[in-house]
T-cell receptor, first 116, second 110 residues
Framework: DTGVSQDPRHKITKRGQNVTFRCDPISEHNRLYWYRQTLGQGPEFLTYFQNEAQLEKSRLLSDRFSAERPKGSFSTLEIQRTEQGDSAMYLC??????????????FGPGTRLTVL | QQPVQSPQAVILREGEDAVINCSSSKALYSVHWYRQKHGEAPVFLMILLKGGEQKGHEKISASFNEKKQQSSLYLTASQLSYSGTYFCGTEIAGYSTLTFGKGTMLLVSP
């Protein structure tokens, strides 16, 4: 399977704990996106990388959220001091900038976070 | 600015047609359409670039009206497998990110 993968698929944590999610994009894709999705809503943009550079970050994103893509391949999203409002599905997507697919984004299966 | 999708929900019988609209208050560069089934990741359907082109994918097609900043998704002769939530994601010129609407839930019954 050469699609986007995310780990873990489910995470249950207590309020105040830190959590980290991993995303492995499609190997030749140079762009990687993180989204958050809650019930009844569309994916909400969090941040994106082109190669290892973080090019944009949502203004709505709390300082408790940080993301990295150290070698331009996989990415991690960390949430510090989790709050119940952080409970959501965290989706990762990747794309090939300037490719024939014109930035078509391929989504991973997501990580469902539940904060108790 | 989040695009506005209408209707919020549609119930069809197998074989019927549906149209889902996506409107933006901003000048758009492209519109991306996705379908998401419950508990699964969004699946890409098609991209519409500014220029008013219409694209097709089996019995699903879409158009992009640049003057109105509106895209419409057309589902003809619906099948049970079309059930799910449809999202449009809009790209504003100069940005490389998508802003998604709240989705349109489509249910196709036998």
């Amino acid at each position: 399977d050469t699609g986007v993968s995310q780990d873990p698929r489910h995470k249950i944590t207590k309020r105040g704990q830190n959590v980290t999610f991993r995303c492995d994009p499609i190997s030749e894709h140079n762009r990687l996106y993180w989204y958050r999705q809650t019930l009844g809503q569309g994916p909400e943009f969090l941040t994106y990388f082109q190669n290892e550079a973080q090019l944009e970050k949502s203004r709505l994103l709390s300082d408790r959220f940080s993301a990295e893509r150290p070698k331009g391949s996989f990415s991690t999203l960390e949430i510090q001091r989790t709050e119940q409002g952080d409970s959501a599905m965290y989706l990762c997507a990747s794309s090939l900038a300037g490719g024939r697919d014109r930035d078509r984004q391929y989504f991973g299966p997501g990580t469902r976070l539940t904060v108790l | 600015q989040q695009p506005v999708q209408s209707p919020q929900a549609v119930i069809l019988r197998e074989g019927e047609d549906a149209v889902i609209n996506c409107s933006s208050s901003k000048a758009l560069y492209s519109v991306h359409w996705y379908r998401q089934k419950h508990g699964e990741a969004p699946v890409f359907l098609m991209i519409l670039l500014k220029g008013g082109e219409q694209k097709g994918h089996e019995k699903i097609s879409a158009s992009f009206n640049e003057k109105k900043q509106q895209s419409s998704l057309y589902l003809t002769a619906s099948q049970l497998s079309y059930s799910g939530t449809y999202f449009c994601g809009t790209e504003i010129a100069g940005y490389s990110t998508l802003t998604f609407g709240k989705g349109t839930m489509l249910l196709v019954s036998p």
